[in-house]
């Protein structure tokens, strides 16, 4: 930090001087014999208010808030407005005051400002630009000297120069860029930053070959975001890459500052997606920053990346619960964690025992806690259905009790889409768990500072343990064939990154309605919150062009089989209850619906019904409740007539 300060102060030192010298060079120039003598004279009256005040102008011109290696258009503006402003009150000082009040001539005149003020600038910006371009030929030279990766850049110009960038920072390291390749045709007979735009995606084969001829083969593609997309045809890409035996790599971090990036192996995964919501970070940073949060599951998939945005978004401490020894191992050593100010902690804990939920939520005092601890596989609920309600149900119900005894300010489930309409145990349970978690909510409606409880739905995620694409890889890699349980099965799917932002978008809404609930009586509350996931991807097709993408023909290279649906397995996701109210809650990118639930003491007979169920292995009982309960879940079999009746809610909409 010092030395960040010694380094501002002599930058403002720069500036101060070079204004003094700027008025001493339009003088020498502009003027000789008398007249430069006259002026000169009078400088010690006229230069130290005027250096001072130039200070002030270059301050409020923020022409410190970038360094000197990274200067660019924006600074140059700066620069620009700081000598105009300057100029001008040069201007307005010799005609206003000095020539009519004292002197009755002019002390500088027109075309002395205007001499001055095209110095000033060249003074101002013209080291800047030479310190960039020194940077620049230094990092250029390095790049040539150390053991760098020849790589041909593929992308628009807009993404190239971004990347091209971070390469001269040192931040994309062991990269030597030889070429850029656009899809875009206006982007030919370019150049990017001395990088030449060599042809487009189509010409990827004969620029290798022309650089091979050379002498210096490519060694490495780099693909940036815009490489991705629809128009850009990635699948061609992917497929001539691996042709030619070359590794296609993509920036992570690219969006996020460039900040510590890295290069990752292009995977067919980034190839299967939409454009992705853009999340409003600031909204995200000012909701979590500072902020105690709880994270349960969160050694999982959709836990551990939740726990990643939470420390980038700047929570002051962050406790970890999983069940799972070698999974909070694994999430406690992730590097952004250990590399953030956030302190970071996990215990050891199961949602199923209440009292040791119960200790350390008191002990930690959690101000939001993300309840994403579950059993989450349709066909391991179905043939393991008690343990699917132990953990989905009551470890809810224990995590949600002992976080409003904890004082904490919101609670997320996380849910799924199965949840609606729900034909399976995994839907079932996470439906109950979300009606108990809406009853909950309810008690506390109107009241001031009460806790938010609120559920997130989402569909499938890419990547996740046990998803489809993963296995589907699995499957290719051992030469087939693919399985697909029905050829007309379809299903959302969304990032773990983005599934992370839904989830803090969402507690963030929840937080902020509060107000409008005591204001409205909860009229606009919202309860269940579900990411727009654009159109569902038929699980046939998604097979089909996964195999094409790792170079090989369906159905010749690799047999495509279908299984037959799984018992809990159903063809179309649903993202909302028919008799689910939608509310608008001006967020792009996220939908919101109020809550229908049973009323709390409803709940609790439920509860009690599903433990005597549990105890006795009646699974026709526990079907019986979840009917009761969810008119839309149908039992596997009717109930024996010996079955004692369970008692009968009437759903109330808020």
């Known amino acids: 930090m010092k030395r960040q300060g010694l380094k501002k102060a002599l930058i403002i030192a720069h500036d101060l001087v ?17 007249l430069l003598d006259e002026r000169l004279a009078h400088l010690p009256v006229f230069l130290p208010p005027f250096i001072a005040f130039a200070g002030v102008v270059y301050w409020l011109s923020q022409l410190y808030r970038s360094k000197w290696r990274f200067a660019s258009l924006p600074d140059l503006f700066n620069i620009f407005r700081a000598a105009t402003i300057l100029a001008v009150a040069l201007l307005v000082v010799d005609y206003v005051l000095v020539s009519p009040q004292f002197r009755g001539t002019f002390f500088f005149g027109k075309i002395t400002i205007a001499l001055y003020w095209l110095i000033q600038m060249f003074l101002l910006g013209g080291p800047r630009l030479a310190f960039r371009y020194l940077k620049y030929a230094r990092s250029r030279n390095t790049l040539q000297r150390d053991a760098s990766t020849p790589t041909l850049l593929l992308g628009r110009g807009s993404d190239v120069e971004v990347i091209l960038r971070a390469i001269e920072a040192g931040t994309v390291k062991k990269t030597q860029p030889k070429g850029i390749l656009s899809w875009r045709t206006d982007d030919l007979g370019q150049s990017m930053r001395g990088v ?6 189509g010409d990827l084969d004969q620029v290798i070959q022309d650089f091979q001829e050379r002498g210096t083969p490519i060694r490495r593609l780099l693909a940036t975001p815009s490489a991705l997309m629809p128009e850009a045809n990635p699948d061609m890409l992917l497929a001539r890459a691996r042709r030619l035996g070359l590794p296609l790599v993509r920036v992570t971090s690219l969006g996020e500052g460039m900040r510590d990036a890295e290069l990752a192996p292009l995977e067919i995964e980034d190839l299967l997606l939409r454009p992705t919501v853009q999340i409003d970070r600031k909204r995200l940073e000012n909701f979590i920053r500072g902020k105690r949060v709880l994270v349960t599951g969160g050694g999982g998939s959709i836990g551990s990346e939740i726990c990643t945005r939470v420390v980038a978004f700047g929570a002051s401490d962050l406790l970890i619960l999983e069940s799972s020894e070698p999974s909070l191992h694994h999430i406690l050593e992730n590097p952004t964690l250990l590399s953030s100010d956030t302190n970071v902690d996990g215990v050891i804990a199961d949602v199923r025992d209440r009292e040791r939920v119960r200790e350390v939520m008191t002990e930690f005092r ?25 953990t989905n149900v009551f470890g809810s ?6 976080a409003v005894e904890a004082g904490a300010d919101t609670i997320v489930m996380i849910s799924t889409d199965k949840a609606i309409d729900p034909v399976s145990m995994l839907g079932a349970t996470k439906r109950f768990a979300e009606m108990y ?3 909950l909510d ?41 399985t697909v349980t029905h050829p007309d099965m379809v299903r959302y799917f969304m990032t773990t990154r983005e599934a992370a932002d839904l989830v803090l978008t969402s507690a963030s809404h929840a937080e902020e309605s509060r107000a409008v609930t005591e204001r409205t009586n909860g009229d606009e509350r919202a309860s269940v919150y579900v990411l727009k996931m654009g159109q569902p991807v038929r699980i046939y097709e998604l097979a089909e062009r996964m195999i094409r993408l790792a170079g090989y023909e369906p159905g010749e290279d690799i047999e495509i089989a279908v299984t037959g649906t799984r018992p809990g397995e159903r063809l179309h ?10 509310t608008e809650i001006g967020i792009d990118g996220v939908m919101a619906a109020k809550p229908i639930f049973a009323d709390r003491d409803r709940v609790d007979q439920w509860l009690q019904v599903l433990a005597r169920a549990i105890a006795n292995g009646d699974r026709v009982l526990a079907e019986q409740v979840f009917e009761d309960a969810i008119p839309e879940f149908k039992r596997r079999k009717p109930a024996p007539p010996s079955v004692a009746p369970v008692p009968q809610a009437r759903l109330a909409s808020n």
């Open 573 to 582: 996701e649903i993202l909302f209850a028919r008799e689910e109210p939608r």
């Open 18 to 34: 070079m204004t003094g010298v700027a008025v001493l060079a339009t003088f020498y120039v502009r003027f000789e014999g008398p």
């Open 442 to 482: 309810a008690e506390f409606m109107g009241r001031n500072g009460a806790t938010r409880i609120i559920a997130v739905r989402f569909g499938n995620v890419l990547g996740s343990v046990g998803s489809v694409v993963p296995k589907f890889k699995a499957q290719i890699a051992r030469g087939g064939p693919i």
């Open 397 to 402: 119900v224990n995590v949600s009790d002992s």
């Open 366 to 390: 959690p101000e939001v806690v993300f309840h994403a601890a579950a059993l989450k596989h349709v066909p391991y609920l179905e043939k393991n259905w008690t343990e699917g309600i132990k």
């Open 196 to 201: 030449p735009v060599l042809g487009t995606f």
């Open 437 to 439: 978690g809406q009853a």
